[in-house]
C-alpha cells in the first residue's frame, strides 16, 4: 500500500511540474503589437503616438521593426527607422540561435525587406546572411499546417500580400465596374446590420460612411470595394454557393473589428476579399499569400522532388546518395533534381522579388 501511495504522489507531482514548466504556454501578444494593429492611415493619432513611447528594452526584432515603420510612415522620420530596423537586424539573429517565436521572427525579416523595396533605406549586408539561417533552421522543423492564405492584421504590409490584393481589386473593377451602379451601398450596409451585432459592427460601418479613398484599384473607394465584392457574390458563376459566400461575407466583416476596434485601412478590403478564398468559382480569389508562405511553398516543393526522384531510382543508387557518395549515376540524379527544382522555382517569377527568389533558389538547389 505504501508503495502504491508513493507512486500515486510521483505521478501527481509530475503532472503538476509538466503543467507548470513542461507544457508550452501561448505567447502574449506585447502592447506594441496590439498598437500597431490598431494603428491607421499614414497621418500621427494618438495610438500611433503611444507606440511610438512604448519601453524597447526587451522588445523583440518583430516590435522594433513595428515601432521603426510607423517612425517611417505616419512621421516621415527616416533616421529614426533606420536605427530601429538595424536593431531589429542585430536582434534576428539571436532570435534564429534561440528558436524564439519563429513567426515572429519571419514577420521581421520580411517587413525589413519591404521596407528597403518601398524607402529609400540602405540594405542589409547580413540579411541574406539571416535568410540563409532561416533556411537552415526551418529544414529541421515541422512545415507549417495553417493555410497560405493571410488572416493576421500584421501581415496586412507585406508586399507580396499587397500586390496580390491590388491584381484581385483589379481584377473585379475589369468585371463588375460597369456594373457598380446597379447596386447601393446603403442597401448592402442594411442588411449586413440585420447579420451581425449591431453595436460591434458601427465602428466599422461608420468608417465605411465615409467613403476613404483606397489604397487598392484605380481610383476606388472603400464602397466601391464593398459593392464589387457583393457584384462577385451574386455573379451567376457563383450561384451554386452564394449562400456559403453571403455567410463567409460576414465572418470577414466581424473579423475587421479586432480588439473592438476596425482594422486598418489597407486590413479592410483585404479581410472583405478573403470571403472568397475556397468557395468562389475562382480558386484563386481572395488567397492572399505571405512571402514566407511562399518561401515554405518552394522549399516543400523541393523536398519533394528530391525525395520523388529517389523513389525513382534504383535501390543501389538511392542508398549510395544517402551515403553522401560520388558516382557518375550520383552526378546525373543531382543534375535531374536541379534541373526539375530550377524549373519549378520558375514558377514563381513575378510572386517574389528576384533577390529573395535567387536566394530560395539556391538554398533549395544545396539541399540535393
Known amino acids: 500500500m505504501d508503495a502504491f501511495l508513493w507512486g500515486l504522489v510521483i505521478i501527481v507531482v509530475l503532472f503538476l511540474l509538466y503543467h507548470l514548466f513542461g507544457k508550452r504556454k501561448p505567447k502574449r501578444r506585447s502592447k506594441i503589437y496590439r498598437l500597431y494593429a490598431e494603428a491607421d492611415g499614414n497621418t500621427p493619432t494618438a495610438t500611433t503616438n503611444e507606440l511610438i513611447r512604448a519601453p524597447l528594452e526587451d522588445a523583440n526584432a518583430a516590435d522594433h521593426v513595428r515601432v521603426g515603420t510607423v517612425f517611417l510612415t505616419h512621421y516621415a522620420d527616416a533616421d529614426r527607422a533606420a536605427t530601429l530596423l538595424q536593431t531589429a537586424t542585430n536582434l534576428l539573429r539571436m532570435e534564429i540561435e534561440h528558436r524564439d517565436n519563429i513567426d515572429e521572427t519571419k514577420w521581421a ?3 525589413i525587406n519591404d521596407l528597403h523595396e518601398q524607402y529609400d533605406i540602405p540594405a542589409d549586408d547580413m540579411l541574406p546572411e539571416i535568410q540563409v539561417a532561416l533556411f537552415e533552421m526551418l529544414e529541421n522543423i515541422p512545415m507549417p499546417t495553417q ?5 493576421d492584421s500584421q501581415n496586412v504590409h507585406d508586399s507580396v500580400v499587397n500586390n496580390e490584393m491590388n491584381q484581385q481589386v483589379n481584377q473585379l473593377a475589369a468585371e463588375y465596374m460597369h456594373l457598380l451602379d446597379t447596386v447601393s451601398y446603403a442597401d448592402i450596409r442594411r442588411w449586413i446590420l440585420t447579420k451581425t451585432n449591431p453595436e460591434k459592427i458601427k465602428p466599422l460601418l461608420d468608417i465605411f460612411d465615409n467613403n476613404y479613398r483606397s489604397n487598392y484599384g484605380s481610383n476606388l473607394h ?13 455573379d451567376p458563376r457563383n450561384a451554386s454557393h452564394q449562400d456559403q459566400l453571403l455567410e463567409a461575407f460576414i465572418d470577414c466583416v466581424n473579423d475587421c473589428i479586432e480588439q473592438g476596434k476596425p482594422v486598418c485601412i489597407d486590413g479592410r478590403p483585404k479581410k472583405l476579399m478573403q470571403c472568397f478564398a475556397k468557395i468562389d468559382f475562382d480558386p484563386d480569389m481572395g488567397m492572399f499569400h505571405t512571402k514566407q508562405a511562399i518561401r515554405d511553398e518552394i522549399h516543400k516543393k523541393a523536398s519533394d522532388i528530391i525525395e520523388t526522384e529517389l523513389k525513382q531510382t534504383l535501390a543501389q543508387t538511392r542508398e549510395s546518395y544517402n551515403r553522401g557518395e560520388t558516382t557518375p549515376e550520383i552526378v546525373v540524379l543531382q543534375n535531374a533534381m536541379r534541373a526539375k527544382i530550377a524549373q519549378m522555382v520558375r514558377e514563381y517569377e513575378g510572386k517574389l522579388p528576384p533577390a529573395d527568389l535567387s536566394m530560395i533558389g539556391q538554398v533549395c538547389v544545396d539541399q540535393v
Open 109 to 111: 525579416y520580411d517587413r
Open 147 to 151: 493555410t497560405g492564405w493571410v488572416s
Open 222 to 234: 472603400e464602397q466601391d470595394i464593398v459593392k464589387l465584392i457583393w457584384l462577385r457574390i451574386h
